[in-house]
């Protein structure tokens, strides 16, 4: 059986997860009021999704 190389998509999970975190800093918090704070946490996650998906395919093809 072929071996499949997953770090492609571990790395796309970290870049992702970077990119989300910069996203969501360079929108939110340097224009922050009450109603970002309130709103932040589900933005957040919103911003880490891709992030979340790309390591959940990792951790699916690892254990392949």
Same mark, same amino acid.
């Given at each position: 059986? $072929? $071996?499949?190389? %997953? +770090? !492609?998509?571990?790395? =796309? ?8 975190? =910069? =996203?969501?800093? /360079? &929108? ?5 009021? @009450?109603? +970002?704070?309130? &709103?932040? !946490? @589900? ?5 880490? +999704? !891709? =992030?979340?998906? /790309?390591?959940?395919? +990792? $951790?699916? $093809?690892?254990? %392949?």
């Amino acid at each position: 059986m $072929k $071996k499949i190389q %997953t +770090w !492609p998509l571990l790395a =796309a999970s970290i870049l992702a997860s970077i990119g989300g975190v =910069a =996203a969501f800093v /360079f &929108l939110f918090v340097l224009d922050f009021n @009450i109603y +970002w704070l309130i &709103l932040s !946490p @589900i933005i957040f996650a919103l911003y880490q +999704w !891709p =992030a979340v998906y /790309f390591y959940w395919l +990792w $951790k699916k $093809k690892k254990r %392949t």
